[in-house]
């Protein structure tokens, strides 16, 4: 049987890299793999679906999921994991603990952005700031006129504006116009250096252990979607997919627990590994539904509050079927 040569599209990550060096492969797959930034990555599937395999941002997935409209289907491989209490930047000088960003104007580059949803989710469960409660404004972090990759009709009690022509939420937050920032990479140009701006939470690891002792959810930010067209042709495709990246993250980690060389540049690296599993157990990044049930129904419902979801989706119906379930030797 020949080979499908299909596209695949993901981040160059510790987890992708026994794919992307061909040390392991998908069955069936000739793969033609690109290594790309998200924002490319994204906007280029979900306005063109230009690749067959594809890593994807869960917030755009599930949008256009709930309205029957997506060229992809999801495989529960989690790419991009993170707790986004280090994705909230504040004017320091104006804003000292999260209440305080009510009636507050917060900068953000898409107000669908997965890293977004989630950090609005803490502010309401933990802090009572609900998305209602501040003023959102719209624009690019380094570049200015940074659009929604994907059309919204958010609820009416949702204030959402766009930065003025030619600037960006960094210089609105450097300047003070702005008091609060939400996104997936740090505010830039002066903005990044101005002593006023800083995290909401002057320690967010501690803030983030504690919201993992007490929720149990590692929030999930990038799923892998497989085209829809060729999923419905092939039906193996998709829990082959789930079978290579689950077999690509195994080989990184045995690697970061090989500490007779460290094989990433950071220091205590075996002391980190040892804390995360620990608090989050062994396989503190595992992929599947059965584990990520419960950060899966959290998401889900925080994204239809939010008014992004166009119904409730089911946890049950966001992955192809064939991944649910997995072979046990």
């Known amino acids: 049987m020949n080979k499908l040569q299909l596209?695949?599209?993901?981040?160059?990550?510790?987890?992708?890299?026994?794919?992307?060096d061909g040390k392991v492969q998908i069955d069936g797959v000739d793969p033609v793999y690109m290594t790309l930034a998200p924002e490319e990555m994204f906007f280029r599937a979900f306005r063109n679906a230009e690749f067959d395999i594809t890593e994807m941002s869960f917030s755009s997935y599930l949008v256009k999921a709930s309205q029957g409209q997506n060229e992809y289907v999801a495989v529960p491989v989690f790419l991009s994991r993170a707790f986004r209490h280090t994705s909230i930047y504040v004017r320091t000088d104006k804003i000292k603990r999260p209440e305080d960003l009510k009636g507050c104007r917060i900068g953000l580059p898409e107000y669908q952005l997965t890293a977004n949803v989630w950090a609005r989710a803490l502010l309401q469960d933990d802090y009572g700031v609900k998305p209602s409660d501040v003023i959102w404004v719209r624009g690019g972090i380094d570049e200015p006129g940074r659009p929604e990759k994907i059309k919204l009709a958010l609820p009416s009690d949702i204030r959402l504006e766009n930065a003025p022509d030619g600037v960006t939420i960094s210089d609105m937050l450097d300047r003070g116009e702005i008091e609060g920032f939400i996104g997936p990479r740090p505010p830039g140009g002066a903005a990044r250096h101005n002593p006023n701006v800083g995290w909401l939470f002057p320690d967010p690891t501690i803030v983030a252990k504690d919201y993992y002792k007490r929720s149990g959810v590692f929030p999930i930010m990038h799923v892998v979607g497989v085209r829809k067209r060729l999923a419905e042709q092939h039906p193996w495709l998709p829990a082959a997919v789930l079978k290579a990246f689950?077999?690509?993250?195994?080989?990184?980690?045995?690697?970061?627990?090989?500490?007779?060389?460290?094989?990433?540049?950071?220091?205590?690296?075996?002391?980190?590994?040892?804390?995360?599993?620990?608090?989050?157990g062994e396989d503190y990044w595992s992929y599947g539904v059965s584990p990520n049930r419960s950060t899966l129904e959290t998401f889900v419902r925080?994204?239809?509050?939010?008014?992004?979801?166009?119904?409730?989706?089911?946890?049950?119906?966001?992955?192809?079927?064939?991944?649910?379930?997995?072979?046990?030797?």
Do not use: N
Request: no cysteine; hydrophobic share 40%.
């Open 7 to 20: 596209s695949v599209a993901v981040g160059d990550y510790d987890r992708t890299r026994a794919l992307l």
């Open 246 to 280: 689950e077999s690509s993250k195994a080989y990184a980690l045995d690697k970061l627990a090989d500490t007779s060389a460290t094989k990433v540049t950071l220091p205590f690296v075996e002391e980190q590994l040892k804390a995360a599993r620990q608090l989050m």
């Open 302 to 329: 925080h994204h239809h509050s939010q008014g992004l979801s166009k119904r409730l989706m089911g946890v049950d119906e966001l992955f192809h079927p064939a991944t649910y379930e997995t072979m046990k030797i």
